[in-house]
């Protein structure tokens, strides 16, 4: 916008100039009327090139801060990222802690005496259940559960053996359930009475945990296994 | 604050047109033939004074608009480095000496 003037003005002062030379018309008032306005419009335009040159370090320093600024704002967002995830990982241990806490106070309020537990866990064992006994060796006629032969050495097996004299050799629980044992025999057993107890212990701890069957009738009372790994154990009720 | 020259600018003193107008006065005083190529040398410098304003940075706000930018970089930037000096060395749970 300064250069068109001062273009103007010197392209006016050269023209007047050629002019008053080539007409030999002096005219002294103009021409200095238009020199002294060239020289206003040179210092106005130096000057304007000074703050143009001032503003250009200025624009260079400005430059510099906006990096500086995004930087910034890269870091910004970093640690706002690691912020979140470390929310989300608190978040989640707190929640943890909590249900942890809740399974802790309900074992508290549920909780069993350790020595129950284990002698319950002891007599289980105790009966070579859970784990064969440490003598055993294949070919041992012993098992976890009650032989053939521990059955028929029992009540059940002595029952069979009266009921084979008229009945065909079937096994008490048949001929019962069939309804063909006399009744003379069929109450005379503790399970028949209604004081049915599992005989899962060896006979000194036989009367420490009384349990009844699910689903328990007089008409299978024949048919439930009594649990006992020793042949003594249902012998013993006999005696 | 080492700022690396994009263009090597005159100096604002450089700008001034006087002297050129003065040698062509002084050719047409003398009626030298230079007078032609003097006038073409204040053509050229009038046109690379164009050129040159054209591609200075920065002249596209007054002053004072830019003053008030840089201001305002300055304050943003200053915010932002409190704001991430705080919260790198802030400390909420308070760490139990075991």
Redesign the interface.
């Known amino acids: 916008e300064m250069l068109d003037p001062i273009y103007s003005c010197n392209k006016e002062l050269i023209e007047m100039l050629a002019l008053s030379r080539s007409q030999k018309l002096p005219q002294p008032g103009e021409e200095s009327q238009i020199l002294e306005l060239l020289v206003q419009r040179d210092g106005e335009f130096q000057e304007l090139m000074r703050i143009a040159h001032e503003q250009g370090k200025v624009h260079q320093e400005m430059q510099l801060l906006e990096k500086e600024a995004e930087k910034r704002d890269t870091d910004i967002q970093q640690l706002q990222k690691q912020l979140k995830e470390a929310e989300h990982i608190l978040a989640t241990a707190v929640y943890q802690a909590k249900e942890k806490l809740k399974s802790i106070e309900k074992a508290r309020k549920g909780s069993v005496s350790s020595e129950e537990v284990i002698k319950y866990a002891h007599r289980i064992s105790a009966s070579n259940a859970v784990c064969a006994p440490l003598n055993w060796v294949p070919g041992d006629p012993r098992r976890p559960y009650p032989t053939d032969l521990e059955m028929r050495s029992g009540r059940l097996g002595q029952m069979s053996n009266l009921s084979t004299n008229g009945v065909n050799g079937h096994l008490p629980g048949d001929a019962l359930a069939a309804g063909r044992l006399p009744e003379v025999l069929t109450p005379q057993y503790p399970w028949q009475s209604g004081e049915m107890s599992l005989n899962m212990l060896p006979p000194n701890h036989s009367n420490d945990f009384m349990l009844e069957p699910p689903g328990h009738n007089k008409e299978n009372e024949d048919d439930v296994e009594v649990m006992s790994t020793d042949s003594s154990s249902s012998s013993s009720d006999s005696d | 604050?080492a700022?690396s020259p994009?263009k090597e600018?005159p100096?604002?003193?450089d700008?001034?047109?006087?002297p050129l107008?003065y040698d062509?006065?002084k050719c047409?005083d003398k009626?030298s033939p230079d007078v032609h190529q003097e006038?073409n040398k204040?053509k050229t410098k009038?046109q690379e004074?164009?050129e040159q304003?054209v591609t200075?940075?920065?002249?596209g706000?007054s002053?004072e608009q830019?003053?008030q930018?840089?201001e305002n970089?300055?304050e943003?930037?200053r915010t932002?480095?409190e704001?991430?000096q705080k919260?790198?060395s802030l400390c909420i749970f308070d760490i139990p000496k075991s």
């Open positions: 604050m700022a994009l600018e100096a604002p003193e700008c001034s047109l006087l107008v062509i006065i047409m009626d006038l204040l009038i004074a164009r304003i200075m940075p920065g002249i706000l002053p830019q003053k930018q840089f970089l300055k943003q930037v932002k480095n704001l991430l919260y790198k």
